[in-house]
């Protein structure tokens, strides 16, 4: 009779988890001995880092990923990436030991005293079974609950004597639907309201990208010949930024976002929720005039928002069937506009001509991962996407996700035999929440380039600073810090720039060096506005 542990591995095996990030510690030990051969254990220094890694491979490949941290505490180190896995919608598995059954109930150390609470609300499923016996079983349905539509993290808690306890019957692996349906008499109401509007605009999110319909977009918008924008707040983009009909990211506030699509009689929002605002701007959620229709595959996202017509179902899917239903329009498709080229800074080098840099020297088929929250904006005109799972960020706000999901889409590049470069764009804030993701990606030797946008503060929050006229805040400002020796120290080389006539260089050699390679660039740390 297999063992729990041995039938575990065996049903993981069937499921394709056979890749585990994680961080062990005692409790999780037990489960671990003996770890198949065929399995690969990625090591990342802390929980977080180990959550974010997980996260961009499964959004990378489309597949769950099965991620193993420490209880208790620990998994209280992986909240914030947990909360990011859950707005970008990866399917991730979280698994994290627990105290012995014999001493539950005496809270010994390291108990995790609420196992199903700990990572709420950002888990779609949290489970500690009742038997050892059933800790195969509440895989396949972690599995199932990860995969179904809106994909998203589920958490297992398992306590560390099961896994020597015999298993009467190693469970059937299953499978389970992870696209909604989408057909003419479900968008027949939209479908009709698109043939009637004059000026119909799309608002596009990543779950198009996520549910495999960003050609299909495209051809929903040409058919429209309308305007496309962003959904405020996407960590992946849905539709091509080089595309003439691409106008940019809505801004992430409710007064600013109505007035940004007024003129439009009918708003399309597709694979995003209905909005993301932060901060508070109020005024009217609509243009005066407009209707809004919402296509999303997440009860909770068309119920928590706040105006339009709901339509569940698939997002990819319903830019095919919208494509097909609709006629062609006549009118010839807009000219592309020319790419914004900044002024070369004679001495400071700004955050635009950096990302101008890059974009001039990157291979096009590269893959950008970024986390420099404060020049976001610039960051999208100068790096614009133009593929599909192409751009990775979170959706959450939490910082400290970019650098270690870097590492996670090298990996995902890697197994998957597309090699393409990864560039990873990260400020110097949120590089330090999770700079030990450095070390992970030496040991694998993944060809990254780290790009750290070194201006010395917090500069987000001064912006919000100044939108929320809070002067003399504490704490924004980041003095004394040295990337090339902290990545020095992880095993990376690195190199620092300060100067605009070196950067078209230094960002080269780092583009075409084979190992994770760290690019320290101090920048202009002017304060853009928020909005």
């Known amino acids: 009779m297999p063992t729990v542990r041995e039938a575990f591995f065996e049903v993981a095996r069937g499921l394709g988890l056979t890749t585990v990030f994680g961080n062990p510690g005692s409790t999780e030990e037990p489960f671990l001995k003996d770890f198949p051969t065929d399995f690969r254990y990625v090591l990342a220094l802390q929980e977080s880092p180990a959550v974010a890694m997980a996260d961009a491979y499964a959004q990378r490949t489309g597949r769950p990923a099965l991620v193993n941290l420490h209880t208790a505490a620990g998994m209280g180190n992986a909240v914030g990436n947990i909360a990011s896995a859950w707005y970008n919608r990866a399917p991730l598995i979280l698994t994290a030991g627990q105290q012995t059954r014999e001493m539950l109930l005496l809270e010994p150390y390291l108990t995790n005293v609420h196992p199903q609470l700990v990572a709420q609300p950002f888990v779609k499923w949290a489970y500690e079974p009742a038997r050892a016996e059933d800790v195969p079983a509440a895989l396949v349905r972690a599995y199932a609950a990860a995969v179904l539509p809106p994909a998203g993290p589920v958490f297992l808690s398992i306590p560390m004597d099961d896994g020597d306890q015999p298993c009467p019957r190693i469970p059937l692996t299953r499978r389970v639907s992870d696209r909604l349906p989408a057909d003419r008499d479900t968008l027949a109401e939209l479908i009709a309201a698109l043939t009637a509007a004059q000026s119909p605009v799309l608002v596009i999110g990543g779950a198009v990208d996520q549910a495999g319909g960003w050609d299909d977009a495209v051809e929903l918008a040409e058919r429209l010949r309308c305007a496309v924008w962003a959904a405020p707040g996407e960590g992946r983009p849905g539709f091509p930024e080089t595309h003439p009909l691409y106008q940019g990211t809505l801004p ?19 694979g995003a929720p209905v909005f993301r605002y932060y901060p508070f701007v109020p005024g ?19 119920a928590r928002a706040p105006v339009g017509t709901a339509v569940l179902a698939d997002p990819g899917r319903s830019c095919a069937v919208l494509a097909a239903a609709l006629p062609p329009a006549r009118q010839p498709l807009p000219t ?15 955050p635009e001509w950096l990302y101008h840099t890059i974009q001039d020297c990157r291979p096009k088929d590269s893959v950008i991962v970024q986390e420099s929250l404060s020049t976001m904006r610039q960051l999208r005109q100068q790096i614009p996407t133009d593929r599909p799972r ?33 560039i990873c ?67 990376c080389n690195a190199e620092r720039v300060t100067s605009p ?25 002017t304060v853009p506005p928020l909005i």
Do not use: C
């Open 336 to 350: 592309v506009r020319p790419a914004l080229v900044p002024n070369q800074p004679d001495a400071r080098i700004t």
């Open 284 to 302: 009217d959620y609509l243009p005066a005039g407009a209707q809004l229709f919402h296509i999303t595959d997440d009860p909770s996202e068309a």
């Open 425 to 491: 764009i990260v400020g110097d804030g949120a590089a330090n929440y999770v700079i030990q993701g450095l070390w992970t990606a030496a040991q694998h030797n993944l060809p990254i380039l780290f790009v750290i946008v070194r201006n010395g503060a917090y500069n987000i929050l001064k912006s919000f600073a100044d939108l929320l006229d809070t002067p003399d805040v504490p704490g924004l400002d980041l003095p004394g810090l040295d990337f090339v020796a902290l990545a020095q120290g992880y095993g």
């Open 252 to 270: 992430p506030a409710i007064d600013p976002l109505a007035r940004t699509l007024s003129g439009h009689d009918l708003i399309v929002v597709i």
């Open 390 to 422: 192409s751009f990775f960020s979170m959706s959450s706000g939490v910082l400290g996700y970019g650098l270690p999901a870097a590492v996670g889409v090298a990996l995902a590049e890697r197994d998957e035999g597309t090699h393409r470069k990864v």
């Open 501 to 525: 006539d070196d950067l078209y260089g230094v960002i080269k050699r780092g583009i075409d060096y084979k190992r994770p390679h760290l690019v320290e660039v101090q920048v202009d740390a």
